[in-house]
């Protein structure tokens, strides 16, 4: 209930009419069968999904930047990050970086933050920053376990926890700029905006 209130995004009048007919199918489903989806879908409920968004996309970025232009390691600004996963680039770092940024500007377009395009490059480039230590804080925990995966369940990913690693530092983060940092920017840019008229 991150956000409860329910400020419609730039994408309601096309998603709406297909979230009310799922809402209608839902309603009709027997009450033995558990709801997935809860309507209406809250601001933080959007907000978490382009935080998710955000960080599994800059593993991706992250991986293929690495392995196209990866040249410099981890290690050679931070022996304790090479140490801990030492295939990691900084030209990955980069590219992680930049992909986080770009779906961070079009999610704050889409939750109309004040300034999207900051506010949103900013947002995503911090969570891929923020997801690589979760990254990072996984893997120190399998070198010292003396373990390579977390486990099978999902075959050469190196288990759940390879896959959820960059939340566990995120999620703190998210929930202060969900809170407050975005509702103070959105009351800066009204009072900014009664000002100028």
């Not at 033995?32 to 960080?55: D, E, K, N, R, Y």
């Not at 970086?97 to 500007?105: F, N, Q, T, Y």
């Not at 999207?116 to 920053?129: Q, Y």
Request: proline share 6%; with cysteine.
């Amino acid at each position: 209930l991150l956000g409860v209130d329910r400020e419609p995004t730039r994408l309601a009048p096309l998603l709406g009419p297909i979230l009310d007919m799922l809402g209608r199918q839902a309603e009709s489903l027997p009450s033995s069968i558990p709801q997935a989806v809860h309507l209406p879908i809250t601001t933080g409920a959007v907000f978490i999904f382009w935080t998710w968004l955000c960080l599994a996309f800059s593993d991706v970025g992250a991986y293929y930047a690495g392995k196209k232009f990866g040249k410099t390691k981890l290690s050679a600004i931070s022996p304790a990050a090479g140490a801990t996963s030492p295939n990691k680039t900084v030209e990955g770092v980069l590219g992680g970086c930049a992909v986080s940024a770009a779906l961070g500007m079009i999610g704050a377009w889409v939750q109309k933050w004040p300034s999207f395009a900051l506010t949103g490059a900013m947002h995503g480039c911090l969570l891929a920053l923020i997801g690589l230590i979760g990254d990072l804080t996984a893997s120190m925990l399998k070198r010292d376990a003396g373990m390579k995966d977390f486990g099978d369940l999902l075959p050469d990913h190196g288990g759940i926890m390879d896959r959820v690693d960059s939340f566990v530092w995120s999620a703190p983060y998210s929930w202060v700029v969900c809170v407050y940092i975005i509702p103070a920017l959105k009351k800066a840019a009204a009072a900014k905006a009664a000002l100028m008229l």
